[in-house]
T-cell receptor, first 113, second 111 residues
Framework: DVKVTQSSRYLVKRTGEKVFLECVQD?????MFWYRQDPGLGLRLIYF???????EKGDIPEGYSVSREKKERFSLILESASTNQTSMYLC????????????FGEGSRLTVL | AQSVTQLGSHVSVSEGALVLLRCNYS??????LFWYVQYPNQGLQLLLK??????LVKGINGFEAEFKKSETSFHLTKPSAHMSDAAEYFC?????????FGSGTRLLVRP
């Protein structure tokens, strides 16, 4: 069964902490994405990557960075977590040329105190 | 600017009733359009997609959607709701190799 796996379902962090959210896909997909989901706002794209070591800013990249050292792994980094980054974070992947056909992980719910 | 608008953050229907979830898009050219479903505590799952081959698109679990260029709409329908359809539904539009999502509609199904 093909999968996108996010390392943590629930995290609680303190303001100012560095936070790593890990995502691994086993489908050999070129594209990987990080979204945040907030009630009433839908999904907003933070960063995406279409190849190893490549990254592109999405609509809300401020306060975030990403890393893609291997094709199957895409990490989201919050250098200094703030309370307004409390959210659900969703990782997704897709084949090159099929960016609309996303496979999602189950999400990581981050609470920043 | 390109955007996706979903009318109604919550829709409530009785089991067995018609489901209609509305989606309108704004784009200078006809886009590819998608519906995704999110069941509680899960990620999103692709329900169906429009890629210009046919205006009426059938998806999983008995859902379908019709692309209407004149109305810039892509509404999602199902003839008869099941309790298992209770979830949040997202309409999305393909834009420069990424998706723009609507704000979502939560479907409630009453027994």
């Amino acid at each position: 069964d093909v999968k996108v796996t996010q390392s943590s379902r629930y995290l609680v962090k303190r303001t100012g902490e560095k936070v790593f959210l890990e995502c691994v896909q086993d489908m050999d997909h070129e594209n990987m994405f990080w979204y945040r989901q907030d009630p009433g706002l839908g999904l907003r794209l933070i960063y995406f990557s279409y190849d190893v070591k490549m990254k592109e800013k999405g609509d809300i990249p401020e306060g975030y960075s990403v890393s893609r050292e291997k094709k199957e792994r895409f990490s989201l980094i919050l250098e200094s977590a703030s309370t307004n980054q409390t959210s659900m974070y969703l990782c997704a992947s897709s084949l090159l040329g099929k960016a609309g056909e996303l496979f999602f992980g189950e999400g990581s719910r981050l609470t920043v105190l | 600017a390109q955007s996706v608008t979903q009318l109604g953050s919550h829709v409530s229907v009785s089991e067995g009733a018609l489901v209609l979830l509305r989606c309108n898009y704004s784009s200078s050219v006809p886009p590819y359009l998608f519906w995704y479903v999110q069941y509680p505590n899960q990620g999103l799952q692709l329900l169906l997609k429009y890629t210009s081959a046919a205006t009426l698109v059938k998806g999983i679990n008995g859902f379908e959607a019709e692309f209407k260029k004149s109305e810039t709409s892509f509404h999602l329908t199902k003839p008869s709701a099941h309790m298992s359809d209770a979830a949040e539904y997202f309409c999305a539009m393909d834009s420069s190799y990424k998706l723009i999502f609507g704000s979502g509609t939560r479907l409630l199904v009453r027994p």
